[in-house]
């Protein structure tokens, strides 16, 4: 069965930095990995997403502020933020991609300070 377990959440000021991991209980080699992210009231959004052989994607209002990584020795995935601003204050769910099926973290919530 997989689990996803995301840790690394909190509160930080604006320009600030945070990194998210994700735990998978399976191996996460050439597996679809990535971040979405949701506030109340919205639709979940794409922030990230690493693919077998390392090919990355990332939203364009995370561009150049965020990284994804992946270790897949210790089956986790990681969401380095830097210069972190307060609409970047949502829930954050690792996911993990076996198709046809997606897999959900339980999420960690992010708040930004102004």
């Known amino acids: 069965q997989v689990q996803l377990v995301e840790s690394g959440g909190g509160s930080v000021q604006g320009g600030g930095s945070l990194k998210l991991s994700c735990a998978a209980s399976v191996s996460i080699v050439n597996i679809a990995m990535g971040w979405y992210r949701q506030v109340p009231g919205k639709q979940r959004e794409l922030v990230a997403l690493i693919r077998s052989g390392g090919i990355t994607d990332y939203a364009d209002f995370v561009k150049g502020r965020f990284t994804i990584s992946r270790d897949p020795a210790m089956n986790k995935v990681y969401l380095q933020m830097n210069k972190l601003k307060p609409e970047d204050t949502a829930v954050y769910y690792c996911?993990?991609?076996?198709?046809?099926?997606?897999?959900w973290g339980q999420g960690t919530q992010v708040f930004v300070s102004s």
């Open positions: 996911i993990m991609r076996i198709l046809p099926t997606t897999y």
